[in-house]
């Protein structure tokens, strides 16, 4: 066991410096390389050129397009924000200062999306992303037929949101519905799943796991595929076993990747709206006759779309930023700490 | 293969960069790797075993497992086939059909013909194509400067990157509309193919897959040869990160496929993608959902295709185990 | 010579990237904008107009044959329909489009939750129809609907959703109730409330599995359809709290929330599609459009069960208006189009097809409804019975969140009563918060 440890800390480490605490910043001193020696000197300003601008180079594609198709209407949607905005006036803007703002912070219904997104959120991603990586690790053995395999689990994303949420809406229907009647051998009493606090929330996060697991898993086999495999073959002379190879070796140089989809599973829940909206049916952006699963994203859809208030839409969506960005800042300062007393 | 994957980081300034790469590749060959996977004694053969990360054989369980997950996984779809196969009348009925009926061709046809899915496919294929292709290479550019090259202000950039990613872009399509109206471009392809060139996630995804799969020490050998950047680009970038362009190529393409809201505003059904033409079917007061089904199934199935093509490209692992040993 | 075969995928997929963009562009710049001449490639000849007609796919002018005749009878126009079923996206999208000044349809469908919204903000978006059009056509609360306080008409009554009461003959007789639609008609005359008491009256002797509705908001909906002050007044101001017809409404759809004569279900889900496929419950407030729906998911079971009766009051439930935005580049020609599609013969010849009810009364002397429509109901006079309701309904007032105010009342206030076990007072203030937030107090 110990030696294992031993043998795996050096590649372990390596992976845990690169991750996300200074993004960006990362080791790579090549920018720095020695030009090489004996060459002409318009070679070595060339190359000198080269090192600086490439990086520029490399970035600017994407962040000319970015720029100017994702972050200009963001910015316009924050220009929204402060503005008493309806849908269907939209040039008739009135100034409302952070009005939109502190009508959400006294808003009931604000803080219940809140609470909701958060639970929805948890119970969707965490058993979702646990899932995908055992089943990334699954994948990842040599299998007959791998493609056939990978390409089966990726079948519910490409599925069609709506025929998969008709099946869904069935398999959960009060009367008749295949899951009540199971529960039925068990002698538990049918649940009205859509209308029930916990019910609908659970069945939404079916709906999202179901659908989401083996993206995830896939990005984890792509991350997987690319670990060194002399690293299994020191632990497996060190005695390590497939398991403990998973978890000293696998999850460590896994890091990037994981925090890749942690964040961005955090993200999509937060914003997470098709699935509750298509399983509510016919006003479904209200979420259950008591919003209890009304996500914030369900809740700007519904202010934004249904009623047409772009203005208090717009403050929900910025919102939902403002609220990641203070749950980064805190898991930073936590982490943070964590580090300095081991 | 094994022989160059292992003499390759005893002698990293002697060999020019591209030779090295070259050798590199061809470890990445599934072809090669095939041949080179020792046949008896597999578990034993491990160290022998170089090139795509950890090839453990799959036992039973394994099989049993992935069963389970694939059965759940297909459900959905085969219900929708079964539902494509009967008549909307019966599909009110409970319980409701557990097996195919008789009605899928008609059904089918019928889907085909009122959304006029042939246009359409022409129209998602190219759109998704396009938009697949310019985000795997842009992402890949990106991801890589953001990985392992110093710039100034690299941090705040991906924090921005990452950042927009917090904001619900649903209702960003109302500013974006009335941009695309100003240029004169309702209705056409060209608004739903241009804001999707590029996402914040898949730059993100290949920062953080390059982060770890790609040795900087490989980068750096290759700068000490004198390699360009364009030759470290294709020789030592792309190939170490052609799993993740494979797998963000089958997510976004599913992505660019699927995606409705922005493709619904933005598009009519005289030059439609797919999303898009589907709207036309469960027109009426009574929609015929046996059609809306069929229809539901028929667009999806070009994507199957596509998982195919893709999905042979997700074999890694080029020379790593070498570098790093 | 594997370095080779590698190497060469490189140029493949630029060269494959290049002929993309340079396909993509080039398509791009094949189609024009819809709406002109030979603008969508299955335009035809030279000088040929392409028409389109946006909706939200319930219609049927395409079933009905509508379009080809008109484009028999114009052989310059060729009609292309664009649909957006969802309308919680179609009509963002309207709007959205409207105000961009560009890609709206020619012709352009609204809804009559939407109406007023239409009416009160996009009033300069729109043709002024009235003057293009016969007015005293329509029904004059169809006509005021569209119409704005100086007069302007932005769109023409497509149908209308008169209230009737469709039930289950055989449930009936076995729960011991009378089963002739006249009776029945009388029996609840005048007032939603009287249904509402034979409900209970079923309720005693009700056959396993069955309920006297589908849900309380089906009633209540019905019940404040026939209210010609509901959530806005005439001048505009949201009285829905102090409305005499809300509350009438409400206190029904409580009485049977509360009595247990509910099959519990919400329209248009799956469900509801089963509980007519199984029977599950007797009664359910049907606007005209409903039939085809009734007939189509109850099947073979419900053949010659179901009956169609009077409605306690006149009432309104759905219907659509066609405007032609000023942006539309061919006006002449959809402004004839939207009024050939709203005449009284078009309209006829779209209930024929799907029971779609006419909003202008002299079409109401010739409609039939289909032969195994009429069959599937008993022989009920469904034309009478709709056409009695039509010619009664009183105006209503609208206002611009009528559709979420009703939406709040119906699948907030009612369900949670209905669904979860909410006393009638706890559903009200609940109602009474959610169109707080709709309207941005």
């Known amino acids: 066991m110990t030696s294992s440890h031993e043998a795996l800390a050096h590649p372990a480490s390596s992976a845990e410096a690169a991750p996300g605490n200074q993004p960006g910043a990362a080791r790579g001193a090549h920018g720095r390389g020695t030009p090489p020696k004996g060459t002409a000197s318009w070679r070595s300003r060339l190359y000198r050129w080269d090192m600086k601008a490439s990086p520029y180079v490399l970035i600017a594609p994407f962040f000319v397009v970015f720029g100017a198709f994702s972050l200009v209407p963001l910015l316009y949607t924050a220009w929204y924000s402060l503005h008493h905005v309806q849908l269907s006036a939209l040039d008739h803007q009135t100034w409302a200062g952070l009005g939109n703002y502190t009508n959400l912070l006294s808003s009931e219904f604000f803080w219940n999306a809140l609470q909701n997104t958060f639970s929805i959120g948890v119970i969707s991603t965490v058993p979702q992303l646990l899932a995908a990586l055992w089943l990334a690790h699954l994948l990842n053995y040599r299998l007959r037929g791998s493609t056939a395999w990978r390409v089966v689990m990726l079948t519910p994303y490409a599925t069609s949101v709506a025929a998969a949420t008709l099946v869904f809406t069935l398999l959960y229907s009060w009367d008749g519905g295949m899951i009540n009647w199971l529960l039925h051998f068990v002698g538990v009493d049918p649940v009205n799943w859509r209308e029930s606090d916990w019910g609908s929330q659970f069945a939404v996060s079916s709906i999202v796991i179901w659908r989401w697991t083996g993206y995830n898993a896939l990005i984890y086999l792509a991350a997987m595929q690319a670990i060194p495999s002399d690293l299994y073959e020191s632990a497996a002379l060190d005695g390590a076993g497939r398991r403990q190879q998973f978890r000293h070796v696998t999850v460590p140089m896994l890091r990037p990747t994981i925090l890749f989809t942690v964040i961005v599973s955090t993200i999509g829940a937060t914003q997470l709206f098709g699935e509750p909206l298509l399983f509510g049916g016919v006003s479904g952006s209200k979420g259950g006759s008591e919003h209890q699963y009304q996500t914030l994203g369900l809740y700007m859809y519904d202010q934004g779309w249904i009623i047409g208030n772009l203005g208090k839409a717009s403050a929900i969506a910025w919102s939902m930023f403002l609220i990641l960005v203070i749950v980064a800042v805190v898991n930073m300062l936590l982490s943070r700490r964590l580090r300095k007393s081991p | 293969m094994s022989a160059g994957d292992l003499t390759f980081p005893q002698a990293p300034g002697e060999a020019g960069a591209k030779t090295k790469a070259t050798k590199a590749q061809t470890g990445g060959e599934p072809g090669t790797r095939a041949k080179a996977r020792p046949r008896g004694g597999r578990r034993l053969g491990r160290p022998r075993m170089t090139g795509a990360g950890r090839q453990l054989d799959a036992g039973p369980v394994t099989y049993a497992v992935l069963t389970v997950f694939a059965l759940v996984s297909l459900a959905p779809l085969v219900w929708t086939a079964v539902a494509a196969s009967r008549t909307d009348r019966r599909l009110a009925e409970t319980p409701p059909p557990l097996w195919f009926g008789g009605n899928l061709f008609k059904n089918l046809q019928a889907a085909w013909d009122q959304a006029g899915l042939g246009t359409a496919m022409f129209n998602s294929t190219l759109v998704a194509t396009t938009i697949t292709v310019s985000t795997v290479l842009f992402s890949t550019l990106a991801g890589f400067a953001f990985a392992k090259l110093r710039f100034r202000f690299s941090g705040a950039l991906l924090l921005l990157t990452i950042g927009t990613m917090m904001i619900p872009p649903q209702l960003a399509v109302v500013p974006l509309y009335l941009w695309m109206s100003d240029l004169g471009w309702s209705n056409r392809l060209q608004t739903v193919v241009l804001p999707t060139l590029v996402t914040a996630f898949g730059t993100f995804f290949m920062r953080q897959y390059l982060v770890q799969a790609l040795p900087t020490e490989l980068i750096e050998a290759a700068r000490v040869d004198g390699a360009s950047s364009p030759r470290i680009l294709w020789h030592v970038v792309f190939p170490a990160a052609r799993p993740a362009m494979a797998v963000l190529g089958l997510l976004t393409f599913v992505f660019a496929w699927n995606d409705f809201l922005w493709p619904i505003i933005a598009l009519n059904q005289q030059n439609p993608t797919v999303q898009v033409a589907l709207n036309s079917l469960g027109t009426g007061y009574v929609p015929d959902q046996a059609v809306i089904m069929a229809g539901a199934l028929l667009s999806t199935l070009p994507l199957l295709i596509a998982f195919l093509l893709f999905g042979k490209q997700i074999v890694g692992g080029i020379m790593q185990g070498a570098i790093k040993g | ?441």
């Open chain 3, 1 to 441: 010579m594997r370095t080779s075969t590698r190497r060469s995928h490189g140029p493949v997929a630029f060269a494959a990237v290049a002929a993309l963009t340079t396909g993509l562009l080039a398509g791009c710049a094949n189609d024009s904008d819809d709406g002109s001449p030979d603008a969508t490639g299955g335009g035809g000849g030279k000088g040929r107009i392409t028409l389109t007609v946006g909706t939200f796919g319930v219609f049927g002018y395409q079933q009905a044959g509508l379009y080809d005749e008109y484009m028999k009878l114009h052989p310059d126009i060729a009609i292309k329909e664009n649909v957006t079923t969802r309308t919680d996206v179609y009509w963002p999208k309207v709007l959205t489009r409207l105000q961009a000044g560009s890609g709206t349809d020619d012709i352009q469908a609204i809804e009559v939750g939407n109406i007023t919204e239409a009416v009160q903000t996009q009033a300069a978006k729109f043709v002024d129809l009235g003057k293009e059009a016969d007015k005293s056509q329509w029904l004059d609360w169809k006509l005021a609907q569209a119409t704005t306080k100086d007069g302007k008409t932005i769109g023409l009554g497509t149908d209308i959703g008169p209230m009737a009461v469709c039930y289950r003959k055989d449930l009936f007789r076995k729960a011991g109730l009378e089963t002739d639609r006249t009776k029945l008609a009388e029996q609840w005359k005048g007032d939603w409330a009287k249904y509402v008491d034979l409900g209970k009256q079923y309720m005693k002797k009700a056959p396993k599995g069955t309920k006297f509705m589908d849900s309380a908001a089906s009633v209540y909906n019905a019940a404040v359809g026939g209210a010609s002050e509901r959530y806005y007044d005439k001048d505009g101001n949201v009285v829905w709290d102090k409305s005499e017809g809300v509350k009438k409404a409400w206190d029904v759809a409580m009485t049977a929330a509360t009595s247990d004569m509910s099959a519990k279900l919400k329209q248009f889900d799956p469900t509801w599609d089963q509980g007519f496929a199984n029977g599950t419950f007797a009664t359910i407030a049907c606007p005209a459009w409903m039939i085809g729906y009734i007939e189509q998911k109850s099947g073979d079971s419900g053949k010659g069960k179901w009956d169609v009766a009077a409605a306690p009051t006149a009432a309104n439930w759905g219907g659509s208006f066609l405007g032609v935005p000023t942006a539309s580049r061919h006006q002449k020609e959809a402004i004839a189009l939207a009024k050939w599609l709203t005449a009284p013969e078009q309209q006829a010849k779209v209930f024929a097809k799907q029971a779609s009810f006419p909003s202008t009364p002299s079409a109401y002397p010739s409609l039939k409804p289909q032969a195994d429509t009429t069959a599937y109901f008993s022989d009920a006079p469904l034309t009478q019975i709709f056409s009695d309701s039509a010619k009664t309904i009183p105006a209503q007032y609208l206002g611009p969140k009528d559709k979420p105010i009703d939406s709040a009342i119906a699948d907030v206030g009612i369900l949670q009563v209905e669904q979860k076990g909410k006393t009638p007072a706890q559903g009200w203030e609940a109602a009474a918060k959610e169109i707080k937030d709709v309207l941005g107090q």
